[in-house]
């Protein structure tokens, strides 16, 4: 049974219209969203969180967000109907994040996955139409075929119509890698022709290819010292390794390497967020 709303904040207004939102659906991603909410609180002072719970999610993790005081909503799981053969990205949880787009509460959200970082205000996005997202990772020449959206960064118009078609056309349509991304690929088809749709490339940058966006482009990354200096709003950890799966011990603070960098900044905001410090 879907449990009710419930959250760190009672005062938690429902009926405002913009929200940050995120998705939980391991108790394995709790590192990524807890430094996300941290990193977002940061910068972001007028809008909160809301961090959408699968019902797989141990009590324990949901227990740790109420202490945290970290908005969530617990939804109903959506069953990914690809084959998925090993599923060693856990895709089969994915499609459970489509309930974004059921959001009704709210006029517009901006989605985050729980592999992001925010390093400035994105509160400007806000402003963009429905469907707005990044051609991530696009402005690398061996990837200059990509053509389509990023679903890790988009901004949502909740609407019941739309819904509605997107949750019967699940297994109807095709997803190509089997994943949330791949079905909204073929869901919004005439996505890539709709320039107006496509964000700056700053609101989603890989960290993999954070060196190249800076040496080749007008991106600039810098974290040494703990201080920070970049016109990049959001890194995205994308991959199959998180960096809470990576030991802080191997890497060097004074590296110039920009991937290593982030990555150090990552672990320093977790650990900030973890023992509520802050600045």
């Known amino acids: 049974m879907l449990k009710p709303f419930i959250g760190g904040n009672k005062d938690l207004n429902l009926s405002m219209e913009y929200s940050f939102v995120t998705y939980l659906g391991t108790d394995s991603f709790l590192p990524g969203v807890l430094t996300l909410s941290h990193s977002l609180v940061r910068y972001n002072k007028k809008y909160e969180l809301v961090v959408l719970v699968s019902e797989s999610v141990s009590d324990n ?3 740790l967000l109420i202490n945290k005081k970290i908005q969530f909503k617990i939804i109903k799981e959506i069953k990914n109907p690809q084959n998925l053969g090993d599923d060693e990205r856990n895709f089969k ?7 974004i787009f059921e959001m009704f509460e709210y006029d517009k959200i901006v989605y985050l996955d729980g592999d992001m970082l925010v390093c400035n205000n ?3 996005l806000f402003a963009n139409p429905h469907m707005s997202a990044v051609i991530a990772g696009g402005l690398v020449p061996s990837n200059k075929l990509w053509k389509d959206l990023n679903a890790g960064l988009m901004v949502i118009e909740p609407d019941k119509n739309t819904f509605i078609k997107l949750y019967s056309s699940i297994n109807n349509l095709p997803s190509g890698d089997g994943s949330d991304q791949g079905f909204l690929h073929s869901f919004y088809k005439s996505w890539p022709l709709k320039k107006s749709l496509h964000l700056n490339h700053k609101f989603n940058v890989p960290s993999c290819y954070i060196d ?3 040496k080749s482009y007008e991106y600039r990354f810098l974290y040494m010292r703990k201080l920070l200096d970049t016109n990049i709003s959001v890194i995205h950890y994308w991959g199959r390794f998180k960096p809470w799966e990576i030991n802080l011990k191997q890497l060097k603070r004074k590296s110039t ?6 990555l150090i900044l990552w672990w320093d905001i977790f650990l900030e967020a973890a023992t509520d410090i802050h600045h």
Do not use: G, N
């Open 257 to 262: 390497s920009k991937v290593e960098q982030a």
């Open 212 to 214: 190249e966006y800076c």
């Open 122 to 124: 994105i509160e400007e």
């Open 93 to 99: 949880y994915m499609y459970t994040k489509l309930r």
């Open 61 to 63: 993790i949901i227990d």
